[in-house]
């Protein structure tokens, strides 16, 4: 006698439609961020209340052990070959990688982070954490050559470039109308916490 299959078939193709509609929700939902830009709007204790660059409110809350680091302009003048710098970069129209700003760190957090990956910034943007090996002047702006661990990049350095540096900073910084960015994760409740905060001294948008 011959086995009917047709009782099992759409049960079974049922599941596996629901199943793959699910795998696409989540596919489809936008990833947590890890790091969010913008202008504090309210302090209340641990608590920031800060506006995104993309317009959302958002609750940051601040743990025990967050730090706070001031941004503050400096000269291009002021890279030297040895510094330890962290730029982002997007392609130029020739192929070369075109700082859109750098940020220069301080001999205590010479290491930070470095390497090479993608940067959130802007579409197709790259951060590079490295160590300046050359710095060349050229009718372009400056062109330095930066190695890191595995691997080095030439990146041109327009004369416009916001350049900055960090500087130690407190909770005295994070005052209503800063600007921040805030490495992030998300808690239960849809908020952030944050270990790690850095905020622009004088109206100063952290440009990275």
């Keep these: ?49 800060v506006k995104s660059r993309s317009g959302d409110e958002v609750k940051l809350h601040m743990a025990d052990d967050t730090s706070i680091a001031g941004i503050t302009k400096i000269s291009l003048s002021d890279i030297k070959v040895g510094s330890f710098i962290g730029t982002t970069t997007v392609p130029g129209p020739d192929g070369s990688q075109q700082a859109v700003e750098v940020h220069v760190f301080p001999e ?70 800063a600007k921040l960015i805030a490495f992030v994760k998300q808690l239960p409740d849809g908020s952030f ?3 790690r905060i850095s905020v622009g001294r004088d109206g100063l948008t952290p440009p990275m």
Excluded: C
């Design 193 to 195: 916490e944050t270990s």
């Design 1 to 49: 006698m011959p086995v009917r299959y047709s009782a099992f078939v759409h049960p079974l193709l049922a599941v596996t439609m629901v199943a793959a509609s699910t795998l696409y929700a989540i596919a489809q939902q936008a990833p947590s961020p890890s790091r969010i830009r913008g202008t504090i709007e309210k302090v209340e204790g641990d608590t920031l209340e």
């Design 108 to 177: 205590n957090m010479r290491g930070t982070g470095e390497g090479s990956r993608p940067w959130d910034l802007r579409p197709n943007s790259t951060m590079t954490n490295a160590t300046v090996s050359e710095s060349v002047v050229g009718n372009d702006g400056h062109t330095l050559l930066v190695k890191y661990k595995g691997g080095e990049k030439k990146v041109v350095v327009p004369d416009q470039t916001p350049v900055v540096t960090y500087v130690p900073g407190d909770k005295s910084d994070l005052k209503v109308g």
